[in-house]
C-alpha cells in the first residue's frame, strides 16, 4: 500500500494518492489533474476511484476531468446533490481497492454532505483517516459556510459536534489523520502547520476534541470566524455544476500580448491588470491602474477576496517565466478568464516610454522620525483584526485589507495616508487599489509592523 500527500501551499490544501495492488483512489483532487494520471502510469496502476470530502469552496476541484480521463467514479458521502453523475454513498459502505478497504464516514456539519474516508490495511486495520475539512491538525472546518434559510451556523455546528464524538472520538488513538487542509486555509480558524498527525495526540490537544457540551462546543467552533472570502460560494457551486476545461483555460491565459494587444484590451472592455511582481519592484514603477498582488504570498486567496466577479477578464503583468504559473493558481480558485500577459513584462512597457505609476514608500525609520514630530497622522492599519487588537500604533485606524472596497471612504482625501500591514504585502496591494481610486496620497511604509515596533514609537 502506498499513501502519498500532494500539498499545494498556496491554497494551504492537500490532495491524496492512495495505490493498493495496482489500483489508485484520488481523494480530493486538484484542478490539473495529469499529476495524477501520469503518477499512476508510472506505478503500472489504475485510478479506480475518485473521492469527494464535500464540495469545496476554496478551490475548483479535478474531479469531473479526472473522471472523464480515466472513467473512474466520482464518491461523496450522503445528501450531496451534484448536476452530474457521481456514486453518491451511503454512510459505512466500503469501496475496496487493490487489498484495502476504504470506508465512507457520514461526518456533517463543515457542509451536510462532508464525509471523512477511513482506510483499512491489508490485515483489516484502520491505520489513516482522511478527514476533510470535519477535522483539521488543532482545529475543525468551519460550520458557517453551507448555512442557508433553514440550516444556521449553530445548526451545522451542532451536526459537527455529533459527528465527532459519534464517529472521530470512538476511532483508535494510532489511526493517522490526514486532512484537507493546513496553516493558512480560511477553511478554519486556527489550524496548525503540521499536515498530518495521530487521532490520540489531537484528542489531547485539539480544543474541540476537549469533553463539552454541545452548546459549549458551538460557541467555541462559532466566535471568531471571520467572513469568508467572497468567491468561496461560486466555487461550491462550480463544483457542483461543473466548470471548464482546465486545458482550454491554461491555453487562452497564456496568451502572449503585444503592447497595442494589451492596451486595446485593458482600455476597450475594461480588462483588470494584476501586476504579480515582488512589491518592492511594483512600487518603483508600474503600469497605471494596475493592481498588486504578488505571487509570492496568498496569490490565489488574496485574488479572490479582492476580485469579486469570478467571470473578470483579467491580464497578466509576470516576471518572465512565471506565466503558467499565475495563470494556473488562478484557474484553481476558478478565474478563468484570463485575456493573456504582457509579453516581454512590465520592462516592455518602460521600453516603450509608456506612462507609469509609482508608490511612495519610506522605511519604518523614517516613519518614526515623521510620528515622534507630529502624532496626528492618518495611520492605517490594513492587518487583520486579530492581529490589530493584538498590538498597534495608538493613533493608528483599523481598515482589514479583506474589506478595503467597503471601506474605502474611511481613508482620507486630504491628508496624507501613512499604510502599513504586518511585513509589508497586504500594504502594498492596499496603496495599489488606492491608487486606482484616484488616492494618490498613500505613502506604504516598509516592512510593516515588524519593522515599525523595531523603531521604538510603540514603548
Known sequence: MKIEQIYTGCLAQGAYYIESAGEVAIIDPLREVNSYIEKAKRNNAKIKYIFETHFHADFVSGHLELSHKTSAPIIY???????????????????????????????????????????????????????GDTLFIGDVGRPDLAQNGSVTMEDLAGHLY????????????????????????????????????????????NYALQPQTKEQFIIAVTEGLTPPPFYFPKNVFLNKTGSQDVTGVMERGLTPLSLNEFEDLANTIDALIIDTRKPEIFREGFIPRSIFIGIDGDFAPWVGTLIRDIKQEILIVA????????????????????????????????????????????????????????????????????????????EAENIPLAQISELMTEFDKEETNYIHCAGGYRSMVASSILKSRGYDNVVDIQGGFGAIAETGILN
Not at 453518491?88 to 463543515?110: S, Y
Request: net charge negative; aromatic share 8%; proline share 3%.
Open 319 to 394: 516576471d518572465k517565466g512565471r506565466e503558467e504559473e499565475i495563470v494556473k493558481r488562478l484557474a484553481r480558485v476558478g478565474y478563468d478568464n484570463v485575456l493573456g500577459y504582457l509579453k516581454g513584462g512590465f520592462e516592455a512597457w518602460e521600453m516603450a516610454d509608456k506612462e507609469i505609476d509609482k508608490v511612495e514608500s519610506i522605511s519604518a525609520g523614517e516613519f518614526a522620525n515623521i510620528y515622534r514630530n507630529d502624532n496626528h497622522l492618518t495611520i492605517k492599519d490594513v492587518r487583520k483584526i486579530t492581529e490589530f487588537e493584538e498590538r498597534h500604533i495608538k
Open 77 to 131: 458521502g450522503p445528501t450531496a446533490n451534484p448536476a452530474f453523475e457521481a456514486l453518491i454513498a451511503t454512510d459505512n459502505q466500503e469501496f475496496k481497492l487493490g487489498n484495502v478497504i476504504i470506508k465512507v464516514l457520514h461526518t456533517p456539519g463543515h457542509t451536510m454532505e462532508s464525509s471523512c474516508f477511513l482506510l483499512f490495511d491489508e490485515t483489516g486495520k484502520a491505520t489513516n483517516l482522511f478527514s
Open 162 to 205: 455529533d459527528s465527532l464524538n459519534q464517529k472521530i472520538m470512538p476511532l483508535a488513538n494510532d489511526i493517522i489523520v490526514y486532512p484537507a487542509h493546513g496553516a493558512g486555509s480560511a477553511c478554519g480558524k486556527n489550524m496548525s502547520k503540521e499536515r498530518s498527525d495521530t487521532l490520540g495526540h489531537q484528542k489531547k490537544v
